[in-house]
């Protein structure tokens, strides 16, 4: 059993299954997709060398049945299936809730036959279907410290604390690696923060003073990549101050450990991770 919803350009969002609108949905397109390979014939040899692989764009099939009245449903799908837009499928079942973004290539049927079935298409340039809900993981969490009984002292009493891990542990439940935002967050001058990734020894620092109260936003997800620093209300662009070495973190399927340090100010930097987990198929 599942359900699909579909979300047209201006965020118009409709539930296909359930509907009394129409009487059968059917979605193909959804096992993981086929991979192209790239390989070099030898001369005077049988087989060839294999060079790379890949994975191309996610062909989507929707099929409906309109119920009656027919000519009125079926007109009412026009509204979310618009030729060249955009549009974002949501799927859920027992396991999986997961949304995958396309352009709508065909809309087709037969409309003389007294049970119309309609066939529509979608092109998905990105083949990995991500959770509906992001993921986040802070650095630093809030320990509680009030409990009753109590009695305050003239000196006053904490009623909680940061704690800031040294390193964090993030975990990744999906079917592939995947981009990640790191937000910077600065409550005093931070001196050259870099950012390890524990498992690959691999390094992403900004040669960069942060100031009380700015913002980093570094986006490591393909298509998207950037180093964005907020300060004062504007955003600005800051890869120039990548430090030379650096790596596009992505996050590998199973357990991740990041770590971090700074020339100074260490105790004035908190980290957040967003992250959504990719999978090949439901």
């Given at each position: ?102 352009i709508v290539e065909g809309f087709d049927g037969s409309l003389f036959e ?84 524990a498992d690959t020894r691999e390094y992403f620092g900004l040669n960069i ?74």
């Amino acid at each position: 059993m599942f359900r699909l919803w579909v979300e047209n350009n201006k965020k118009e969002k409709a539930e296909l299954t359930n509907s009394p609108y129409y009487e059968s949905i059917t979605i193909d397109g959804l096992l993981p997709p086929k991979i192209q390979i790239n390989s070099t014939p030898v001369a005077n040899k049988d087989g060839e060398v294999f060079n790379s692989s890949r994975v191309g764009t996610r062909p989507i099939e929707i099929t409906i049945k309109p119920a009656f009245p027919v000519e009125e449903n079926r007109q009412r799908l026009y509204k979310y299936f618009k030729l060249k837009k955009e549009i974002n499928i949501y799927f859920k079942n027992q396991n999986r809730d997961i949304v995958i973004n396309g352009i709508v290539e065909g809309f087709d049927g037969s409309l003389f036959e007294q049970k119309q079935i309609i066939t529509i298409n979608i092109h998905c340039f990105n083949p990995y279907l991500k959770d509906r809900v992001e993921s986040t993981m802070d650095m630093a969490t809030v320990l509680d410290l009030f409990e009753f009984p109590f009695s305050i002292e003239k000196e006053g009493i904490e009623f909680s604390m940061i704690d800031k891990a040294l390193t964090q542990n993030i975990y990744n439940a999906g079917d592939t690696e995947t981009g990640v935002i790191i937000e910077l967050y600065s409550s005093g001058e931070v001196v050259r923060p870099v950012i390890y990734n524990a498992d690959t020894r691999e390094y992403f620092g900004l040669n960069i003073t942060m100031q009380l109260g700015d913002l980093i936003r570094i986006n490591t997800n393909d298509f998207n990549k950037k180093v964005e620093l907020v300060r004062y209300g504007e955003t600005r662009n800051i890869i120039n101050n990548i430090i030379k070495g650096n790596k596009w973190f992505k996050i590998s399927p199973g357990d991740n450990t990041f770590t971090y340090q700074c020339d100074r100010g260490e105790e004035f930097l908190n980290f957040k991770f967003i992250y959504y987990n990719l999978y090949e198929g439901v």
